[in-house]
Nanobody, 125 residues
Framework: QVQLVESGGGSVQAGGSLRLSCAAS????????MGWFRQAPGKEREWVAA????????YYADSVKGRFIISQDNAKNTLYLQMNSLKPEDTAMYYC??????????????????WGQGTQVTVSS
């Protein structure tokens, strides 16, 4: 029974920062691809970033490169997303997800089997 719980969302001004956390339980936090996704009202869910838990390799969508940093604390089974230089277009519900390690090479949303409930991020101009 895998459970993922996001936290750290909130409302910030453009240019501000937030750090999201995803606490995982119910499985061994290793040899997984852990990802962050987001979905704004009326839009499809999009991939943001991913990390291969075994070696720490990271991957980013072009829209967040240079601004967001994905990281992990394996001892705490926790995934993080540091978001800097936030823009209004970053406003969305943010979700963490877990799947087989191979997904980090091609992070197809439908293939991630475990999802959290999401945490809201709102960026005002």
């Amino acid at each position: 029974q895998v459970q993922l719980v996001e936290s750290g969302g909130g409302s910030v001004q453009a240019g501000g920062s937030l750090r999201l956390s995803c606490a995982a339980s119910g499985y061994t936090y290793s040899r997984y691809c852990m990802g962050w996704f987001r979905q704004a009202p009326g839009k499809e869910r999009e991939w943001v970033a991913a990390i291969y838990t075994d070696v720490g390799s990271t991957y980013y969508a072009d829209s967040v490169k240079g601004r967001f940093i994905i990281s992990q604390d394996n001892a705490k089974n926790t995934l993080y997303l540091q978001m800097n230089s936030l823009k209004p277009e970053d406003t969305a519900m943010y979700y963490c997800a877990a799947g087989p390690a191979r997904l980090c090479l091609r992070p197809w949303i439908a293939d991630f089997g475990y999802w959290g409930q999401g945490t809201q991020v709102t960026v005002s101009s």
